[in-house]
Each structure stands twice: as C-alpha cells, then as structure tokens.
C-alpha cells in the first residue's frame, strides 16, 4: 500500500512565478491537506480538501489555492511567489482521526 | 486560539537513556494528540495518536500519555538509540471533529550519542 506521495521533491523558482505540487493520498482516504514548513518551525496549516471543497483554510492570502480531483489527489498552487514562500510544503491524508504525512516538497524561491 | 509548545526545543542524551519529550496545549477542548517524527528535510512519520478519551498510547520502546484537563502530554522513549535521533513533533486535533486541522509545536530535536 503506498503511502502519501508528493511530487517534485524540490524545486527553485524565480520570485513572481507560479508554482503547482501534487500530492496523491494513502488509498482510501478522502480528506487531503496542507501544510506549510518554514525552516526550524512546525507545520502551519494552509487548507484541507474533502468531496473536491475546500472545506477548512488557514491563515494563508489568496495566493494560494488549492484543488481536489475525484480520485482525491490534490494540488497545491501558488502564484506571485515571494521569497518568504520558501519552505518545505507538506501533503497529509486522512480517512478518520489519523493523519499520514507525504515527504514534502522542498520550495526554494530566488 | 489553540497554542502548542514543546520544552525542551534541543536535548542531547547518551544512548541508552530513557527520555521524556514534553507538550503542552492551551485549550482542552482537543479531538485527539498524534505525535509525530521527522528527520532532516524530510516528511512526517506519525510515531502515536491518542484520543481525547484515552490516557495513553505505547508502541514498542515509545509511550505516550495524555492528561486533557492539564494541557500536557509526554513522549517517553525507553533505552534511547542513535537511530531515535531526530526532530519530534507534537500535534493536537480541536475543532472539525475528526478531520479537523492539525496544530503544532516547533518540536523538540533529539540526538541520542553512541
């Protein structure tokens, strides 16, 4: 059964840039969210999809949006990039009470 | 507005060691805690969840317990190893049932030496 997996692993963009990260969850689960990671801090909540809504969002501006397609993979964008974006941008699947983790996705913005 | 913090941020223990990693939380009113680990630049491992209704949880040398109406929980590690070395992460569950948002601590980076 394969977990959480998120795709790229890393990637550089240029500050004002647009960014997209996938992320597709451990089978069976139906609620996906996201997580922001800034170096030497916890995870920080950016939203939660569930039935492809966005049912849940955290402190984040609009820059940052989201989609959830019917086999429930999910998508994380990002437009007009700063250099404060930079971060490790974790992906979590959940069913019931239990969230998994993917290995994140390392943003770098130049 | 629900507040995690871990104490200590660093520890350094000799392998060997028993070891108990802190977590405390502003706000009782919690679904559920689920600790976690991490190693560098990596994703999140979940290590233990707990629910609101119970006191504790132990998978082999880890146990974690939880106390609601105090806002803590603790980690315990038993006979450390370099291999538990890395960044500990403790979450709590409150509003949206159970698939509510995860709210966490800075975390607490353990390096166990040989």
């Known amino acids: 059964d394969a977990g959480v997996t998120q795709s790229p692993t890393h990637l550089i963009k240029t500050r004002g840039q647009q960014v997209t990260l996938r992320c597709s969850p451990k089978?069976?689960?139906?609620?996906v969210s996201w997580y922001q990671q800034a170096l030497g801090q916890g995870p920080q909540f950016i939203f939660q999809y569930y039935e492809e809504e966005e049912r849940q969002r955290g402190n984040f501006p609009d820059r940052f949006s989201g989609h959830q397609f019917p086999n429930y993979s999910s998508e994380l964008n990002v437009n007009a990039l700063l250099l404060g974006d930079s971060a490790l941008y974790l992906c979590a699947s959940s069913r019931d009470w239990e969230a998994f983790f993917g290995q994140g996705t390392r943003l770098t913005v130049v | 507005k629900q507040e995690v913090t871990q104490i200590p941020a660093a520890l350094s223990v000799p392998e060997g060691e028993n070891l108990v990693l802190n977590c405390s939380f502003t706000?009782?009113?919690?679904?559920?805690l689920q600790w976690f680990r991490q190693d560098p630049g990596k994703g999140l491992t979940s290590l233990l969840l707990?629910?609101?209704?119970?006191r504790e949880q132990t998978s082999g040398r880890l146990n974690a317990s939880l106390d609601k109406s105090s806002g803590r929980s603790t980690l315990y590690i038993a006979a450390s190893q370099p291999g538990d070395s890395a960044t500990y992460l403790c979450?709590?569950?409150?509003?949206?049932?159970?698939?509510?948002?995860?709210?966490f601590g800075k975390g607490t980076k353990l390096s166990v030496k040989p």
């Open positions: 706000d009782s009113a919690i679904y559920n």
């Open positions: 089978s069976g689960h139906d609620t």
């Open positions: 979450a709590v569950r409150s509003d949206g049932g159970s698939q509510g948002n995860l709210i």
């Open positions: 707990i629910q609101s209704s119970q």
